[in-house]
Nanobody
Framework: QVQLVESGGGLVQAGDSLTLSCAAS????????MGWFRQAPGKGRDFVAG????????YYADSVKDRFTISRDNAKITVYLQMNSLKPEDTAVYYC???????????????WGQGTQVTVSS
């Protein structure tokens, strides 16, 4: 069992940066691939970024590639999402997720946080 708690969301202006954190509890964090997803108002939940259990591989949605960076610290059992050059279309609730297999699809993740709101004003 893994519990996930996101933090770091807020209201920023276009072009600003923000770092989200996802603190995990549970003994087997290092065994899970981690992902970030987001859900904009009135839309479905979309993949943003993923990282393998040993941080050897990261992958991103095209819409955030070259602006966002996912990382993890297994010693601190925390995963991060560094977001640069934020745009109004990045406004959404951001969720972190843990899964044995990871990937770009929601169904491959077993555990989810409650989400943190990111609002980017123009």
């Amino acid at each position: 069992q893994v519990q996930l708690v996101e933090s770091g969301g807020g209201l920023v202006q276009a072009g600003d940066s923000l770092t989200l954190s996802c603190a995990a509890s549970g003994r087997y964090f290092s065994l899970y691939s981690m992902g970030w997803f987001r859900q904009a108002p009135g839309k479905g939940r979309d993949f943003v970024a993923g990282i393998t259990r040993n941080a050897g591989t990261t992958y991103y949605a095209d819409s955030v590639k070259d602006r966002f960076t996912i990382s993890r610290d297994n010693a601190k059992i925390t995963v991060y999402l560094q977001m640069n050059s934020l745009k109004p279309e990045d406004t959404a609730v951001y969720y972190c997720a843990a899964g044995r297999n990871g990937g770009r699809e929601q169904y491959t993740y077993d555990y989810w946080g409650q989400g943190t709101q990111v609002t980017v004003s123009s």
